[in-house]
């Protein structure tokens, strides 16, 4: 079993929509989306949801009124101001450290298991598809991540499917780092901008720390051809290997309001592109 895994140093680069194209093309494989705080796969795969998990990460506190004798100590301990006046704990506040339940003196708080978000195992018209959502200011995305790619590896062995393609966070913070855990080949996604360039270096420097395959693909290349010949000597340079570049198309923007990919939208010369690049993935 083989994982692939698109990713990008900055948002808005056109990584989903390349994984959609993907996702079209690939045979035997499970999908999954590991974008967990802002996830967008779905929107395009329209998935049947057949199983939803809870996810629980931080625990959470809760006070038993019965025992509480309002001595204070829960809130002159407490260093992220969850505790108000009336010895309330603010939820949004709290980041489940466990101090108050630590130094009350009658045991009037406990600390919960508090659900962070969920995990759904759908059906696409693509296969299968593994995808979940983080609640607002919840943390733990990395966690999160993790347990997206465990399920959708779980899926893959049950139905004998050869591939796990995954669309990852952009950035290069705790849940890129765990969907680079493990995958056979990174597919990193930049643009011809000044701040592309940057985060394409931080994404490979990520990559790389992990020994991490990594091919290059430049998105919207002719938008501004200059920094695209500074990307292309930059991977040429330091050994990148340059998968692909594909051109500002406006058909990409028709496809998505009418929710298919790519491929499926038209036979035009983006989508041929985006052909040759999966066939190069599959060679790599």
């Known amino acids: ?51 939803e998990i809870p996810f ?60 962070a978000g969920r995990i759904y195992i759908s059906r696409t018209r693509f296969g299968p598809f593994v995808h979940a959502q983080l609640k607002i200011g919840e943390e733990a995305s990395g966690k999160l991540v993790t347990e997206v790619k465990r399920k959708a590896k779980e899926l893959a062995e049950r139905e004998k499917r050869e591939l796990i393609l ?17 995958v056979d080949l990174a597919l990193i996604v930049t643009e011809p901008t000044v701040s592309g360039i940057h985060d394409l270096e931080r994404i490979l420097g990520v990559a790389e720390h992990f020994k991490i395959k990594t091919s290059v693909c430049i998105n919207k290349f002719d938008i501004n051809e200059e920094k695209t010949n500074e990307i292309e000597t930059f991977c040429n340079e330091n050994g990148i290997h340059l998968l692909g570049k594909i051109p500002y198309d406006s058909s990409i923007t028709r496809a998505m309001i009418e929710l298919k990919t790519a491929i499926e939208f038209s036979s035009s010369q983006t989508s041929e592109r985006v052909k040759k690049i999966w066939s190069e993935i599959i060679k790599r």
């Open 56 to 115: 629980y990460a931080l625990k959470a506190p809760v006070k038993d009124e019965s025992r509480c004798v309002e001595c204070g100590r829960c809130r002159d301990v407490c260093r992220f101001n969850a505790i108000d006046e009336g010895f309330n704990i603010i939820d949004l506040r709290c980041e489940g450290c466990g101090a108050c339940a630590f130094i009350c003196p009658t045991d009037a708080i406990e600390m919960i298991d508090r659900e």
């Open 1 to 51: 079993m083989k994982q692939v895994l698109v990713i990008s140093g900055k948002g808005g680069t056109g990584k989903t929509t390349l994984v959609a194209g993907f996702a079209s093309l690939a045979e035997n494989a499970v999908i999954a989306d590991c974008d967990v705080d802002a996830p967008d796969l779905h929107i395009i795969l329209q998935p049947r949801i057949q199983r």
């Open 166 to 182: 995954i669309d990852g966070s952009p950035g290069i913070g705790c849940p890129v780092i765990a969907s680079l855990s493990g």
